[in-house]
C-alpha cells in the first residue's frame, strides 16, 4: 500500500531497532527511530508519523504509559505495541489504552509488516465514493470527519470505539459474533475475546444514557445493534 508512509519505531535494542527499519525501508516506508518513552512523543509531535511500532519495556516510561500521553493529548497516531510479555491482561492493557495492535517478540519480519499494513489500512480516511454519514435510529457516525452524535448530543469515542462502532452500524441489525468484530475491527483472526467484551462496555457506557440502548447482546453468539 502507498508505502512512503511515515513509521515511528520505538525501542531500547538497537538490533531490533535496526532490523525493522532495514524491514520497513525496505517495502517502502519512510523510518524514523527512537529508543525511550521521551524520545517517542517528542517525535510524534515533530515528525508526524502515520504510524508508530511501541515498545512496552522502555528504560524511562513504559509504551502503556507512552500510549496514554498521547491519547491525553489528543494525538490518535495509530500504535502497535511490540512486547515480550504474552498475557491476556497486557493485550487489554494496551489496547484499553488505545493501542491498535499487539505483536509478540519474537516475530517474523513478514507477520510485522503485514501487521502494520493492515492497521493503516484500517486507519485510512474512508474512500470518497462512500457515504460517509452512517445513521441507525438517532444515531448519526460520520466517517469522514470522525463524529458521533446521538439525538443531536456530540459523543466523544476513541478511536478503537469509533471503529468499533462503525462496523456495528455498517452492519446493522445482524447478528456479529465475537470473532467476526475481532476480524473486522482489529485485523485478528483470532485474539481474546474480552478485547471486544471491554469495548462493547465503553461504547454501552457512552451511548445508552442517551436514549434507548441500541447495542444488544445475543447470548452465546455476539452483539447487533438496532433500534
Known amino acids: 500500500m502507498g508505502e512512503s508512509r511515515r513509521v515511528l519505531v520505538v525501542d531500547d535494542e538497537a538490533n531490533i531497532r535496526d532490523l525493522i527499519e532495514v524491514a520497513l525501508r525496505f517495502h517502502g516506508f519512510v523510518t524514523v527511530t527512537v529508543e525511550n ?8 509531535k515533530a515528525e508526524r508519523p502515520d504510524l508508530v511500532l511501541l515498545d512496552v519495556m522502555l528504560p524511562d516510561m513504559d509504551g502503556f504509559e507512552v500510549c496514554r500521553r498521547l491519547r491525553a493529548d489528543g494525538d490518535q497516531v495509530p500504535v502497535i505495541f511490540l512486547t515480550a510479555r504474552d498475557t491476556p491482561s497486557d493485550t ?35 474512500a470518497d465514493e462512500r457515504d ?3 445513521r441507525v435510529a438517532d444515531l448519526e ?7 458521533v452524535h446521538r439525538g443531536g448530543v456530540a ?22 459474533s465475537r470473532a467476526q468484530l475481532l476480524d473486522g475491527v482489529w485485523g485478528w ?39
Not at 37 to 44: C, I, K, N
Not at 100 to 116: H, M, Q
Not at 155 to 176: C, H, K
Not at 200 to 219: E, N
Open 37 to 44: 518513552g521521551g524520545e517517542a512523543l517528542r517525535a510524534v
Open 92 to 126: 487489554v492493557t494496551g489496547l484499553t489504552l488505545g493501542g491498535d495492535d499487539y505483536v509478540t517478540k519474537p516475530f517474523s519480519i513478514e507477520a510485522l509488516i503485514a501487521r502494520v499494513r493492515a492497521v493503516l489500512r484500517r486507519t485510512a480516511p474512508p
Open 132 to 134: 460517509p454519514v452512517l
Open 141 to 147: 457516525l460520520d466517517e469522514a470527519h470522525w463524529t
Open 155 to 176: 459523543v466523544d469515542l476513541s478511536p478503537t470505539e469509533f471503529r468499533l462502532l462503525a462496523y456495528l452500524m455498517r452492519n446493522a441489525g445482524m447478528v456479529l
Open 189 to 227: 483472526d483470532h485474539g481474546n475475546p474480552q478485547v471486544v467484551e471491554t469495548y462493547v462496555s465503553y461504547l454501552r457506557r457512552k451511548l445508552d444514557p442517551l436514549g434507548t440502548p441500541l447495542i444488544h447482546t445475543q447470548r452465546g453468539v455476539g452483539y447487533a445493534l438496532r433500534p
